[in-house]
């Protein structure tokens, strides 16, 4: 650790009130050492992190942390704060922080480190003396671990001794030898120590570089203060993933998860009693934890099979409401479905830019294709699409399922998706079936089946039995009112005119650009593409108007920074010209460090544009195909010219409003990342554009 901090990243009178300047401040040191080179970019990454989960812990710490490609080195800061700073604990503010700066690609060697800092803060004698340090050098010794150069011993003549007087070393009667030990009898002898209470833990979170490994030495020591439970820890962080042995699994008496990640292979350790919480539970309660899960054990509770613990539902600190789990869950089946949209739909768009729109008629190219003729490589290009994209609504459904009830929720909620497409019950069908063999899967997890049994439940009986109900329910009892129900909502986009068309585009624009990337743009994206399964009129025009709405951010974020660049900090007026590229994409994640430095005035500019652009682009008519490639698509697009019309539009307002809004303030900003890009520039570097956010 050396290398991570010095004197100068240690800041022992940390004078901010707030988890973002105290970040800021730290990151400002990183920044001077050329170990940070976006200042904003950086601190975009670590308010992304934030956002996942409060990094907060009790005992006073808060250990702000992130990958970022704007780190240059693994970095880590210290401050130490008088007053305190909410970081989210719930034992209140945290006077010791620690900013910790990662490479995206880190190599495991700094991150192993890295973790060894995190096992440290779980020690009280540690945390004390980070509390009575007076200098910054010392200070960055002890979070180093180097060791204090041993002070000399004095050198002493030993004494004599007087004459007839025996050494220590050479006892002279039989007085001073040891008596013997007396040979132990049954009755004396020590009871054996009882065997001990053995424990098998997971730890992991999103970054895999903290809360990881520190939940494994708090579940560790709990474990050793208990005095007769053994607990051994399996950290899936960044630092390695080293597998605990079989045979130690098989030996273990119970489990524990604390993890806000899925577990990997967690099949191992199926058939135990075991506690699943969010990675912050093991840090905070691990002795708890370990007396829940030896309950468990008491009472003979143990899980059907591995994966049963879903990665969204379960206790613990998280606290999720049903409402965040079913967001959860579905963004973990769109999240899968997009490379099938991507693949599929641009594969088919292609084709009819070749072929035309008849290249939908074209015979099979398995039994028809001419190397020579133009139309036989769009037809190949068209099909091999409609392959891609046939997967859309089974992924989707499959992996609703995954997201509930791990790898068991697989081949049901495939088999659902499958059946919706075959009812035409379209992506509504697909939503139900994932969420059918999810709930499915879920409930015969929670049967307590004999031992003999446990093997054979992942992978033959619960596959079977899920399989079986969700093809009864539904092919027989939901599926046709969905099939109805998918139709009604075809004839209604199919017959949108005039204002209901306008409003329309008005509430996807909005959705679009509300969260820049996040879950309700994601939900509109998923409306849209959904449609595009069993293309119309109206879904065409749906999809036009979220892409457009989509490409608005950005772009009207890189031509703020072009017309109006005081107004923007150094970073960026940077991430500006990148900004151009990633809209004219749509990619509306370019807006992010735009959003997070700023994100009272950048996300109302944003969705007021978004939501201009989507409805000019309903009352035009406009219609697309594909369902990516922004402006590269423009050929495919119904209606091209006024579209770009209502993009222009959007761009023009939330440029406008934007500027407006930061105009407003009292002075334009300085200092944090113009400082940043000068100490970059000091030391013969250019600032880093990011390629996205």
């Known amino acids: 650790m050396s290398e991570m901090i010095t004197a100068d990243l240690v800041d022992l009178d940390l004078s901010t009130d707030t988890k973002e300047a105290a970040a800021r401040a730290l990151a400002e040191r990183m920044v001077a050492q050329g170990r940070v080179t976006d200042l904003d970019g950086f601190l975009a990454d670590v308010a992304a992190r934030e956002a996942q989960m409060p990094t907060g812990l009790d005992g006073g710490i808060g250990i702000p942390h992130c990958r970022s490609e704007h780190v240059t080195e693994p970095t880590l800061a210290f401050g130490r704060s008088a007053d305190g700073i909410d970081f989210g604990a719930p034992d209140g503010p945290a006077d010791l922080i620690f900013l910790i700066a990662a490479p995206a690609g880190a190599d495991d060697a700094h991150l192993t480190i890295l973790s060894s800092l995190a096992r440290q803060l779980m020690d009280e004698d540690f945390k004390a003396a980070l509390r009575s340090a007076t200098d910054a050098g010392a200070t960055a010794a002890l979070i180093r671990g180097d060791e204090p150069e041993p002070a000399p011993e004095p050198e002493s003549a030993p004494e004599p001794t007087a004459e007839g007087e025996s050494t220590p070393e050479s006892p002279t009667d039989s007085e001073s030898m040891p008596e013997p030990e007396p040979t132990p009898t049954p009755e004396t002898a020590p009871a054996a120590p009882a065997a001990k209470f053995k424990i098998v833990a997971v730890t992991s979170c999103p970054t895999g570089i903290a809360h990881t490994y520190m939940a494994a030495e708090s579940l560790e020591k709990a474990g050793r203060d208990a005095g007769d439970v053994e607990v051994m820890v399996e950290t899936q962080g960044s630092a390695g993933f080293t597998r605990l042995a079989p045979e130690v699994i098989a030996g273990a008496d119970g489990v524990i998860f604390a993890h806000d990640v899925p577990v990997r292979e967690k099949?191992?350790?199926?058939?135990?009693?075991?506690?699943?919480?969010?990675?912050?539970?093991?840090?905070?309660?691990?002795?708890?934890?370990?007396?829940?899960?030896?309950?468990?054990?008491?009472?003979?509770?143990?899980?059907?099979?591995?994966?049963?613990?879903?990665?969204?539902?379960?206790?613990?600190?998280?606290?999720?409401?049903?409402?965040?789990?079913?967001?959860?869950?579905?963004?973990?089946?769109?999240?899968?479905?997009?490379?099938?949209?991507?693949?599929?739909?641009?594969?088919?768009?292609?084709?009819?830019?070749?072929?035309?729109?008849?290249?939908?008629?074209?015979?099979?190219?398995?039994?028809?294709?001419?190397?020579?003729?133009?139309?036989?490589?769009?037809?190949?290009?068209?099909?091999?699409?409609?392959?891609?994209?046939?997967?859309?609504?089974?992924?989707?459904?499959?992996?609703?399922?995954?997201?509930?009830?791990?790898?068991?929720g697989l081949v049901p909620g495939f088999v659902g998706g499958s059946i919706a497409l075959t009812i035409n019950a379209g992506f509504l069908g697909g939503l139900a079936a994932g969420l059918i063999a999810g709930g499915v899967v879920m409930a015969i997890q929670k049967v307590n089946v004999p031992a003999v049994l446990r093997g054979i439940m992942p992978v033959v009986v619960i596959p079977l039995i899920s399989s079986a109900v969700v093809g009864f329910l539904m092919f027989l009892v939901i599926g046709k009112p969905i099939a109805s129900l998918q139709r009604a909502l075809t004839d209604w986009l199919n017959s949108l005119s005039g204002a209901n068309a306008i409003i329309l585009g008005v509430i996807l624009g909005l959705m679009m650009c509300f969260d820049l990337?996040?879950?309700?743009?994601?939900?509109?994206?998923?409306?849209?593409?959904?449609?595009?399964?069993?293309?119309?009129?109206?879904?065409?025009?749906?999809?036009?108007?979220?892409?457009?709405?989509?490409?608005?951010?950005?772009?009207?974020?890189?031509?703020?920074?072009?017309?109006?660049?005081?107004?923007?900090?150094?970073?960026?007026?940077?991430?500006?010209?990148?900004?151009?590229?990633?809209?004219?994409?749509?990619?509306?994640?370019?807006?992010?460090?735009?959003?997070?430095?700023?994100?009272?005035?950048?996300?109302?500019?944003?969705?007021?544009?978004?939501?201009?652009?989507?409805?000019?682009?309903?009352?035009?008519?406009?219609?697309?195909?594909?369902?990516?490639?922004?402006?590269?698509?423009?050929?495919?697009?119904?209606?091209?010219?006024?579209y770009l019309i209502a993009i222009a539009a959007g761009v023009c307002v939330s440029t406008a409003l934007v500027v407006i809004l930061k105009g407003m303030r009292k002075s334009a900003p300085e200092g944090g990342a113009d400082r940043a890009g000068d100490a970059t520039a000091q030391k013969g570097q250019e600032p880093k554009i990011p390629v996205a956010a």
């Open 267 to 408: 099949d191992r350790f199926a058939g135990k009693p075991t506690v699943d919480v969010g990675v912050k539970a093991g840090i905070n309660r691990p002795a708890e934890l370990i007396g829940e899960v030896r309950k468990k054990a008491a009472r003979g509770e143990t899980t059907s099979g591995a994966a049963s613990a879903t990665p969204v539902d379960r206790a613990g600190d998280t606290g999720d409401s049903y409402g965040t789990k079913l967001r959860k869950w579905l963004m973990s089946g769109v999240s899968y479905m997009v490379p099938f949209v991507a693949a599929g739909g641009l594969l088919i768009a292609l084709g009819f830019a070749i072929g035309g729109y008849t290249i939908n008629k074209a015979p099979s190219v398995a039994e028809h294709f001419v190397w020579t003729q133009t139309d036989s490589w769009a037809a190949l290009l068209f099909q091999v699409g409609s392959v891609a994209f046939a997967f859309l609504v089974p992924v989707l459904a499959g992996f609703i399922a995954y997201g509930m009830a791990d790898r068991p």
């Open 517 to 642: 990337g996040g879950p309700l743009n994601k939900v509109a994206y998923a409306f849209a593409v959904g449609g595009l399964a069993n293309p119309t009129e109206g879904s065409l025009k749906v999809m036009a108007a979220v892409m457009a709405a989509g490409m608005v951010p950005p772009l009207a974020m890189a031509l703020a920074t072009t017309v109006r660049g005081r107004l923007f900090t150094r970073t960026e007026r940077e991430n500006g010209k990148a900004a151009w590229v990633l809209g004219a994409s749509f990619i509306t994640e370019g807006a992010i460090p735009f959003a997070a430095a700023d994100p009272l005035r950048v996300i109302p500019a944003s969705m007021a544009g978004g939501a201009v652009t989507g409805a000019l682009s309903m009352a035009f008519g406009c219609t697309l195909r594909a369902p990516h490639g922004g402006i590269f698509v423009v050929p495919l697009i119904g209606n091209p010219f006024l």
